[in-house]
Nanobody, 122 residues
């Protein structure tokens, strides 16, 4: 079992930045691909970014390319999402998740955090 706890969400103005953190416990995340997803009210959960086991490979949704950066520190069992140039449409609950494979597929992620709210005001 892997337990994931997100933090770092909040209210920010358009153009601002936030850094989300995901603290893992139970097992080392070095054996897991990690991802960030988000879900806005009335919408389905969608992929945001993924990072491979060692951090050598990353994948981003088109709508965050150039603005968001995913990273990980396996020694600290932590995953991060640096979000810059935030837009009102980035408002959502952001979830950290772990999978045994490196993928963008939501259904492949086995472990999920409870989410952290990000609100971007216009």
């Amino acid at each position: 079992q892997v337990q994931l706890v997100e933090s770092g969400g909040g209210l920010v103005q358009t153009g601002g930045s936030l850094r989300l953190s995901c603290a893992a416990s139970g097992r080392t995340i070095s054996n897991y691909g990690m991802g960030w997803f988000r879900q806005a009210p009335g919408k389905e959960r969608e992929f945001v970014a993924a990072i491979s086991y060692s951090g050598g490979s990353t994948t981003y949704a088109d709508f965050v390319k150039g603005r968001f950066t995913i990273s990980r520190n396996n020694n600290k069992n932590m995953v991060y999402l640096q979000m810059n140039s935030l837009l009102p449409e980035d408002t959502a609950v952001y979830f950290c998740a772990a999978t045994l494979v490196y993928t963008i597929s939501t259904t492949a992620y086995r472990y999920w955090g409870q989410g952290t709210q990000v609100t971007v005001s216009s």
